[in-house]
């Protein structure tokens, strides 16, 4: 597609359950990128993928979070046993090397 | 790692006035970008913009790569304007790491 899809646009959830969150990446793009964004906060990068390169996972919040990327297109972060204060807008970008973001539109993650 | 500092953290404009948003940061970067947060939550990129000045209609920036500053100007501002807007900066091979970024809210 022309841009960064992600889905579900939204998507609440019971505490202790296990979450996956989808971006489809434009097309041609290496480089993928997962960020989160708590209310009226920056934003925090979480993992970095680039190409057939190991991805960086310093962002990583806690063993819970973990990301693949398969075929080096479709992106999945999932999030095992949520808690409250996984809450969250998750937001992803993808680039090619050292050019601009675009970033999709994000998953807003409640956990009640 | 990098740090990014953005100033003001808040704004309330005049329709039709003008500003200045700045973006400190701690390190020398290869990559630096200005993006706009809409009220909805999208991200826009505006500006890539790692040294020089560049313009896109009433938008322009300015970064001083040496002097470790990127600045934003909006000019004549609309209600459109309004939103979140962020400095982001990388160097090398790494991720872009964002500032807190600038509440802006144009009032007609």
């Known amino acids: 597609g022309a841009g960064v899809s992600q889905s579900p646009s939204n998507k609440v959830t019971e505490k202790g359950k296990d979450v996956e969150l989808r971006c489809d990446p434009i097309s041609g793009h290496t480089a993928l990128y997962w960020y989160r964004q708590s209310l009226g906060q920056g934003l925090e990068f979480l993992i970095y993928?680039?190409?057939?390169?190991?991805?960086?996972k310093s962002g990583l919040p806690s063993d819970r979070f973990s990301a693949e990327r398969t075929g080096g297109s479709v992106s999945t972060l999932t999030i095992q046993r949520t808690q409250q204060e996984d809450s969250a807008v998750y937001l992803c970008a993808s680039s090619l090397p050292g050019q601009t973001y675009t970033f999709g539109s994000g998953t807003r993650l409640t956990v009640v | 790692g990098i740090q990014v500092e953005q100033s003001p953290p808040d704004l309330i404009l005049q329709e039709g006035a003008n500003s200045t948003l700045r973006c400190n940061f701690s390190d020398s970067v290869n990559n630096l970008q200005w993006f706009h947060q809409n009220p909805w939550g999208q991200l826009i990129n505006l500006f890539y913009i790692p040294s020089g000045t560049k313009q896109n209609g009433r938008l322009s920036a300015t970064t001083v790569a040496t002097e470790r500053y990127s600045l934003l100007y909006i000019s004549s501002s609309q209600t459109t304007d309004s939103g979140v807007y962020f400095c982001a900066v990388n160097s090398g091979n790494t991720p872009l790491v964002f500032g807190k970024g600038t509440r802006l809210s144009v009032i007609a």
């Open positions: 993928f680039q190409g057939n390169s190991a991805p960086d």
